[in-house]
């Protein structure tokens, strides 16, 4: 099994940038494709962002494509989402999750459900 606690969420203006983190422990964190969904009030959890377990491959949403960056540190357990240019939309909960991939290299899914581990979520606001 595998524990994820995300931080950096906060409050940030229009157009402004911030960093989540998502730090992994238990299980070989190397095994696990990473992805990143999020949850506005009132709204179903969606998709935003996934990393394959080398981080040689990442797919986004079109809503955060171009915007947003996931990246990992497979040394340090972690998985990042760099999130630039925000907008009053992007305001979320946001969570991490892990697919357990332990026997090679495979493409990232986008569906929750494909997902055994989640996070607790940070709270994203953007103002206007």
């Known amino acids: 099994q595998v524990q994820l606690v995300e931080s950096g969420g906060g409050l940030v203006q229009a157009g402004g940038s911030l960093r989540l983190s998502c730090a992994a422990s238990g299980r070989t964190f190397s095994r696990y494709n990473m992805g990143w969904f999020r949850q506005a009030s009132g709204k179903e959890r969606d998709f935003a962002a996934a990393i394959t377990r080398s981080g040689s491959s990442t797919y986004y949403s079109d809503s955060v494509k171009g915007r947003f960056t996931i990246s990992r540190d497979n040394a340090k357990n972690t998985v990042y989402l760099q999130m630039n240019s925000l907008k009053p939309e992007d305001t979320a909960i946001y969570y991490c999750?892990?697919?357990?991939?332990?026997?090679?290299?495979?493409?990232?899914?986008?569906?929750?459900?494909?997902?055994?581990?989640w996070g607790q979520g940070t709270q994203v606001t953007v103002s206007s």
């Open positions: 999750a892990a697919d357990y991939r332990p026997f090679q290299e495979a493409p990232v899914l986008l569906s929750e459900s494909a997902y055994d581990y």
